[in-house]
T-cell receptor, first 114, second 113 residues
Framework: EAGVTQFPSHSVIEKGQTVTLRCDPI?????LYWYRRVMGKEIKFLLH????????ESGMPNNRFLAERTGGTYSTLKVQPAELEDSGVYFC????????????FGPGTRLTVT | DAKTTQPPSMDCAEGRAANLPCNHS???????VYWYRQIHSQGPQYIIH???NNETNEMASLIITEDRKSSTLILPHATLRDTAVYYC??????????????FGKGTKLTVNP
């Protein structure tokens, strides 16, 4: 079974530009989460999808961040326009609905805004 | 804010058991205790979870006190590859609620040869 995949693994952009991160969850997992770790801080929750619906987006920092999950499969997280403080590692995780409660994390996307 | 507190760092000799403590005195009755770890800069990895009873799987054992105010993660035979930051997290699965993981600073476990 393939794990959670994220693309790209690393992105370097200039302040003011737009970046889109992609997450492919484990096949069949209805729950998809985004987290991020910015420099020197703990890993923080951003939002939670159940299929294509946003269950909890309380962690989204501001309206420069837009997450989508059309069709309930893969998800994208767009940052527009990017700011210096957005630099960090963005993790995606997925979880099956039935039975197991553990979240499986992807390897992360390292975003560097210069 | 995280509902759990952990020591910032611990050391363990290779081949010995690593016992990682976690305090969660304010945990509510419906919150599970989860353990994850992050090896270097990889994505967090699930280890084990429990509600009231002690649990064991192929990776570790979880001992939860009867009053549920604290727990201990046990890696029975630590290897160098177990060097990582270990996170103890309280998670609620109430209907319609958020199941987000609230990461604290965790415990940096160093397994020494």
């Amino acid at each position: 079974e393939a794990g959670v995949t994220q693309f790209p693994s690393h992105s370097v952009i200039e302040k003011g530009q737009t970046v889109t991160l992609r997450c492919d969850p484990i096949s069949g997992h209805d729950n998809l989460y985004w987290y991020r770790r910015v420099m020197g801080k703990e890993i923080k929750f951003l939002l939670h999808f159940v299929k294509e619906s946003k269950q909890d987006e309380s962690g989204m920092p501001n309206n420069r961040f837009l997450a989508e999950r059309t069709g309930g499969t893969y998800s994208t997280l767009k940052v527009q326009p990017a700011e210096l403080e957005d630099s960090g590692v963005y993790f995606c995780a997925s979880r099956d609905t039935d039975g197991a409660y553990e979240q499986y994390f992807g390897p992360g996307t390292r975003l560097t805004v210069t | 804010d995280a509902k759990t507190t952990q020591p910032p760092s611990m050391d363990c000799a290779e081949g010995r058991a690593a016992n990682l403590p976690c305090n969660h005195s304010t945990i509510s009755g419906n919150e599970y205790v989860y353990w994850y770890r992050q090896i270097h800069s990889q994505g967090p990895q699930y280890i084990i979870h429990g509600l009231k009873n002690n649990e064991t799987n192929e990776m570790a054992s979880l001992i939860i006190t009867e009053d549920r105010k604290s727990s201990t993660l046990i890696l029975p035979h630590a290897t160098l590859r177990d060097t990582a930051v270990y996170y103890c997290i309280a998670v609620s699965f109430l209907q319609g609620g958020s199941e987000k993981l609230v990461f604290g600073k965790g415990t940096k476990l160093t397994v020494n040869p």
